[in-house]
């Protein structure tokens, strides 16, 4: 998956389905305003039945594959505007990209465990970009943009997935998001159209994001955190303790938890710091929010952690960042 390429709007009653893309090839097949009997003579077999059941769900969300007759395939994800018509955005999915002509061309996610103190159970994964190039070494993605989205359904996926094979109905999957997917209000509408798609509680989505990214501008991103708090997604603020955490954003953020960085995590053994440990667990349990330990290095810290308040830890002590297969092993186990 990449950004998006468009916009579709469709109408119950009448209906006809409105789409709207941008790249000129896909537009000359697909844009205009089209009954679905003849939009179907454009798709293959399967895109025509995904068609008639995708735009027909009892509460008018939206997420599904279309594949053309030539083989082009995007993404329709959205949700109900009204008892008629429901509306959302068009995502390129790219089947044959080269390396390096998408961001998300060979992009491998991989997803580490976060572990539940109390239970010492696995209660969540945190999904991570990797790059898989020609020498078919993993890398950290470093170029973010475009990949929100993207992410955002390979961890929906893969949660399922880790759902059925767990039979723990209450595990969760942390994606990071920055301020430029923030800008994007269509984020919005995909988040409720893959809630409903998998059937997920609120908050088993949960976005990550550092404070750095979201004051770059204020007004505008406390307002996505709540519509995409509405939607249903979790938010968890990341890295708190590293550059200069604001207590004023900490208050106005509508946060579900608090990841503390692995710079003060690995600090435990300072007096001071612990001080501070304890003291972030504290304001944290009473503002509403769980609180997460990052950089998990040593085993013998789950039981200081737990003393000092926090409810779950990840790193690699713990677990590293693994593809999809091995995370549901993993779980298995």
């Known amino acids: 998956m990449s950004a998006p390429i468009g916009e579709w709007q469709w109408n119950k009653a009448t209906r006809r389905l409105t789409l709207e893309l941008q790249p000129a090839a896909l537009g000359r097949q697909l844009s205009g305003d089209w009954a679905i009997e003849d939009l179907g003579h454009v798709l293959d077999g399967l895109s025509r039945q995904r068609l008639q059941t995708g735009l027909s769900t009892p509460n008018g969300d939206v997420g599904f594959e279309l594949i053309t007759a030539e083989g082009e395939a995007i993404f329709l994800a959205g949700g109900p505007v009204d008892d008629i ?53 993993q890398r950290p993605v470093g170029d973010t943009k475009g990949l929100a989205t993207s992410m955002l359904i390979f961890a929906a996926d893969a949660l399922s997935r880790f759902r059925d094979i767990s039979r723990n109905p209450n595990l969760f999957v942390q994606v990071n998001i920055t301020s430029l997917d923030l800008a994007d209000a269509q984020l919005v509408d995909l988040v409720s159209a893959i809630r409903s798609g998998h059937d997920l509680a609120p908050g088993a989505i949960r976005f990550e994001l550092t404070e750095q990214d979201a004051l770059r501008d204020t007004e505008q991103s406390l307002q996505r955190l709540h519509e995409l708090r509405d939607a249903g997604a979790g938010i968890v603020l990341d890295d708190f303790g590293s550059g200069h955490s604001s207590f004023q954003w900490l208050a106005d953020l509508p946060a579900d938890a608090l990841k503390v960085d692995s710079s003060l995590v690995q ?28 950089g998990v290095e040593d085993l013998a810290m789950l039981t200081r952690l737990r003393t000092l308040g926090f409810d779950h830890a990840q790193g690699f002590a713990l677990g590293r960042p693994q593809p999809a297969e091995e995370a549901e092993a993993l779980l298995t186990a």
């Open 85 to 137: 018509r429901s509306r959302g955005v068009i995502l390129s999915v790219s089947e044959t990209a080269e390396i390096g002509s998408e961001p998300d061309a060979n992009l491998l996610p991989v997803f580490q465990p976060i572990v539940c103190l109390r239970s010492q159970r696995i209660e969540g994964f945190e999904a991570l970009a990797r790059w898989q190039g020609i020498d078919q070494q």
């Open 267 to 294: 600090q435990i053994d300072n007096p001071r710091v612990e001080t501070i440990l304890e003291a972030l667990t504290l304001m944290a349990r009473r503002l509403g929010m769980t609180s997460t330990a990052e």
